[in-house]
């Protein structure tokens, strides 16, 4: 049996684009393998949310649907996808042979946790049974389950067991699972669980490319029933990948299990279907000379190429020289535009303005976002007259505390890495220091203590080192301040951070959207509200 993963990008409500993409590769195909596996929802793209309310929507994937089967001659396919049964919207899987529907089969969990909200969308399977497919004149025990069916932990049925009691000799998961640190491995580990019993193969086909802050990583693979990986498709990339079950019995690619090489092909597929499927091709960027707008840059040029990337230097009397050569020396190595757009005069004028109409005093907090805000009018005016998208350079653990500017460095399209903790920002550059060929980033960036630089002698007010992971807990793991303490960090700390994170939240409903990469991201995974008096 050859067994054909289509490890496809869609994009998101493109159902005419996705279709083509899918009938090219089933002709390219249909002579060379006998099954050929899309991912969950690979028809649509995912997720697509309250486009599945518009009246049409269902609609153009029935219409777009018979294209497929009337293509399906001499091939079996299994394809993700709505469809509407009763009045009903399911996220099923259908199976199409010699241009004919075998079936459906109807994703049986829907979670509605932190990004994921499909009870709002979708039905639960009304039953879960296996289902006959015909190959090289013997039937196969087919049991088809789609993402959250394998992941069974908080739910009272186990998808994959009862398929495999009913008889199901082959298990095919077809998911849409967004990236997050080493979950490729927390994927097989789970698939660990499952293959005992199994006769043949356990075959994950994961949606592989970027939808607003979500990553798909792809990293689909065959498992046997002994816990051996036979086919493992790469990470971060679309990939058609065969297994011929009387030839292949190796592995293709053995993942790299580094943390920065995941985050980093992360963010850089992120941010390059970004701009692919939003039709940008220009970006820009407000370099400062620090470690975040290095790291972004860098990330940046690798994703849609140095030559569509502008960055901006915008200093004040605040701004030392280290920084201004270092800014420069970054855009040097990354072979990027570079412009220097004096400042001083602008905020000069404009703080004199503010003091005589407000009485603000010079030195004041007011002075300081104004700076941030005037750099933000001018990249929004470049990026406006380039036609370009401005990357946002902030991190989680300054988003998290709330130091940042809103309507200044808060803003942008994109988020880069809006996820990523301050220690994983320098340890991210470094890797890529030691990894790339060329250094691009500056050594003395990576080395010189954080300053926004927007008064003399200023200097960021934490310890990164006790302030991220601290950030981290009270965000990722939902932390009280009694557990922080009984983890050793110091009380006043705690209720600081604590409340500095609370009073936040109104600034992180008003950020781009940032590319998630751990287990809880601020974004549409964490819903707090805006005014919030609880304190644990």
């Not at 320098?426 to 960036?445: A, D």
């Not at 310890?463 to 965000?475: M, N, T, W």
Request: proline share 3%; with cysteine.
């Amino acid at each position: 049996m050859k067994i054909t993963i289509a490890q496809t990008n869609p994009i998101a409500g493109d159902i005419k684009a996705n279709t083509n993409n899918i009938i090219s590769s089933i002709n390219k195909f249909k002579n060379l393998t006998d099954v050929i596996i899309f991912p969950e929802m690979s028809l649509t793209g995912y997720p697509v949310l309250d486009l599945l309310f518009s009246n049409h929507f269902i609609p153009d994937v029935e219409k777009n649907l018979d294209r497929i089967i009337k293509v399906s001659n001499d091939i079996t396919i299994i394809l993700g996808l709505p469809r509407k049964s009763k009045g009903l919207i399911y996220n099923s899987a259908i199976i199409i042979q010699n241009c004919k529907v075998l079936g459906y089969r109807d994703k049986t969990h829907l979670p509605s946790y932190d990004v994921f909200n499909e009870k709002r969308y979708f039905k639960s399977a009304k039953t879960i049974e296996p289902i006959d497919i015909l190959i090289k004149d013997r039937y196969y025990k087919f049991g088809i389950e789609i993402c959250e069916d394998l992941w069974d932990d908080i739910y009272d049925i186990d998808v994959t067991s009862e398929l495999i009691q009913k008889g199901s000799e082959i298990i095919v998961n077809i998911s849409a699972s967004p990236f997050q640190v080493d979950r490729v491995y927390q994927r097989h580990a789970k698939c660990y669980e499952k293959v005992k019993g199994l006769k043949y193969f356990f075959i994950y086909v994961n949606m592989v490319g970027a939808q607003d802050e979500l990553v798909f990583d792809g990293s689909s693979f065959i498992m046997d029933s002994n816990k051996k990986i036979l086919k493992q498709c790469n990470s971060f990339e679309e990939q058609f990948s065969t297994f011929d079950s009387d030839l292949d019995n190796t592995k293709e690619e053995i993942l790299n299990k580094n943390v920065n090489h995941q985050i980093f092909g992360a963010l850089k597929l992120g941010v390059s279907d970004y701009f692919k499927k939003s039709g940008f091709t220009k970006g820009v960027i407000g370099i400062s000379g620090g470690i975040d707008s290095a790291l972004t840059a860098t990330i940046a040029a690798q994703a849609i190429g140095s030559k569509n990337l502008m960055g901006v230097m915008m200093p004040t009397i605040f701004t030392s020289k280290n920084s201004i050569k270092d800014a420069k020396e970054l855009a040097k190595r990354l072979k990027i535009q570079f412009k220097i757009i004096q400042i001083s005069d602008l905020f000069n004028n404009l703080s004199k303005q503010i003091e005589n109409s407000f009485n603000v005093d010079n030195s004041s907090l007011t002075n300081e976002n104004l700076q941030a805000r005037i750099r933000a009018n001018i990249l929004m005016a470049i990026a406006n007259n380039q036609n370009a998208l401005l990357f946002n350079t902030g991190n989680k653990t300054e988003m998290g505390l709330g130091y940042c500017t809103i309507y200044g460095d808060m803003c942008g399209a994109i988020s880069v890495i809006g996820d990523l903790n301050k220690i994983q920002v320098y340890s991210l550059s470094k890797w890529i220091n030691k990894t790339f060929s060329e250094i691009p980033i500056p050594l003395n960036i990576t080395s010189k203590k954080p300053s926004a630089e927007l008064r003399l002698n200023q200097y960021d007010p934490f310890d990164y080192e006790v302030v991220s992971p601290l950030v981290d807990e009270i965000v990722n793991n939902r932390r009280s301040k009694s557990e922080l303490i009984k983890l050793g960090y110091d009380s006043k700390l705690v209720t600081k951070i604590l409340d500095l994170v609370r009073n936040s939240e109104y600034k992180r409903k008003q950020s781009p959207p940032g590319i998630k990469i751990s287990t809880k991201a601020f974004g549409i995974g964490r819903r707090f509200p805006i005014i919030n008096k609880y304190k644990d």
